[in-house]
């Protein structure tokens, strides 16, 4: 009886091992199926989290004080505070000035010159101030450079603007300080002139030029 049992039980088992074999196939590929199905849905929450990302807005930034404010550049109500900046910021290149304009419109602010203030208001003020400006030191120069210096100092602005009629009407009553007096004798003080016949004065001269 052991003996035909013996053989019994080995006759079962490469049955037993081929149905074991066939199992693990199903598993193996039951599994992979999973593991295929895992990382898609992996891949599809990645893309959500990205587009999430991509849809916030920019982190507030955090002063000292810890209070938060919102980041350069960024709008609330759909780009409108971002093209105001870009407008603002671009009235200084469009005008071409090389002097501050919003320094000009600070201060007619704080003057009380009037209840409100135009920018373009500002921005005439500040062109005709720069172009005072650039004419008195384009003559100044000059003068500097008649008397070979490479230094403009109140005396050459005092010769430049003195002799200019247009700036001397202008700044008539402007006292320049460290700037001198204009080179001038009346014609009253000047010597008589002396005749070369024998009528001629003989009168000594008092001085001698």
Known sequence: MSRVEDEQAAAAEPGEEEEDGDHEEEDEEKDGEKDGEDEEKDG??????????????????????????????????????????ERAASVQSRSGLTFPIHRFAKQL??????????????????????????????LAGNAAKDQKKNRIIPRHIQ???????????????????????????????????????????????????
Not at 55 to 84: H, N, Q, S, T, Y
Not at 159 to 170: G, P, Q
């Open 44 to 85: 599809e929450d990645d893309d959500m989290d990205d587009d999430e990302e991509d849809d916030k807005p920019a982190p507030a930034a955090i002063d000292k004080k810890g209070r938060g404010r919102p980041a350069k550049g960024v709008a609330k109500d759909g780009g409108a505070l971002k093209e105001k900046g």
């Open 159 to 209: 010769l430049a603007i003195r002799s200019d009629e247009e700036l001397n009407k202008y700044m008539q009553n402007v006292t320049i300080c460290g700037g001198g007096v204009i080179p001038n004798i009346h014609s009253v003080l000047l010597p008589r002139k002396v005749g070369l016949g024998k009528d001629a004065d003989t009168a000594p001269m008092s001085q001698e030029f």
């Open 109 to 138: 602010k704080r003057g009380g010159y009037a209840k409100r203030i135009a920018v373009a208001g500002s921005v005439y003020l500040t062109s005709v101030i720069e172009y005072v400006t650039a004419e008195i030191l384009e």
